[in-house]
């Protein structure tokens, strides 16, 4: 998959500290922690369904939760989130490096039961190319899981600001480069089949691709919603 040049002076690299992996660089470290802190926090008290990312994959109501596949897991946040709400996910994540940190992450949170019992197995995380998953879908090893919904959320494009973003951005873009073909994902997702395609994007940034049927706002992004089949 085509990806930007790293830049030569910044290597971020695995380290595991006290029983966590971490992604460290220059000037910080980033892990994943699922059970307690910002993301334990939403877990309790985010919002429920009424968060932006719910509303948007269609969770809502009594309405049996819809199957998702996150094609762009990163540090699983939103994969996570929509998991504890009820929702089946296999998120893919490409870069065996992220994968290797969100996939800590995710042990640690299954060993801790209030967590583990919000989660209730809803929740499978796959190293793997979801371009290419979109594109045999039913042949893929993971083709069993048929979704109703599929949720991307490729590397934003730099800020135009002279501000650094924030840390863990940073390392990801040393680490990964640009999402350089996440339109060919959005479009492989379009052609696949799947009835209903979500994509996050920065609030003041312009649709990926025409063909939005609506948008639900968040706080700095949106999620633009895609419905191929009608």
Do not use: W
């Not at 790293?6 to 892990?31: Q, S, T, W």
């Not at 932006?52 to 939103?78: C, E, I, M, N």
């Not at 312009?206 to 191929?228: A, H, N, Q, W």
Request: hydrophobic share 40%.
């Amino acid at each position: 998959m085509p990806v930007a040049p790293k830049p030569e002076n910044f290597a971020p690299r695995l380290e595991r500290i006290d029983d966590r992996l971490y992604l460290v660089g220059d000037d910080g470290k980033v892990c994943v922690d699922f059970v307690t802190g910002p993301m334990g926090f939403r877990r309790r008290r985010g919002g429920g369904r009424g968060q932006a990312v719910a509303k948007a994959v269609g969770l809502k109501g009594s309405k049996t939760p819809p199957r998702v596949v996150d094609a762009t897991a990163g540090l699983g946040r939103d994969a996570f989130i929509l998991a504890t709400l009820g929702c089946p996910v296999l998120a893919i994540e490409r870069n065996p490096d992220i994968h290797a940190l969100c996939a800590d992450g995710l042990i640690r949170a299954l060993q801790d039961p209030d967590t583990a019992d919000a989660l209730a197995d809803r929740l499978v995380l796959h190293q793997g190319d979801a371009l290419r998953y979109l594109q045999n879908l039913t042949d893929s090893p993971i083709g069993t899981f048929h979704p109703d919904v599929l949720y991307l959320d490729p590397m934003h494009p730099p800020r135009k600001k002279s501000a650094l973003p924030r840390l863990e951005m940073r390392l990801f873009r040393a680490l990964v480069g640009e999402d350089l073909d996440q339109v060919e994902l959005l479009e492989a997702a379009l052609q696949s089949g799947i009835k209903r395609v979500v994509v996050k994007r920065p609030a003041n940034r312009e649709p990926m691709l025409p063909g939005v049927v609506s948008s639900i706002p968040g706080k700095t992004t949106r999620f633009d919603i895609y419905l191929p089949s009608s």
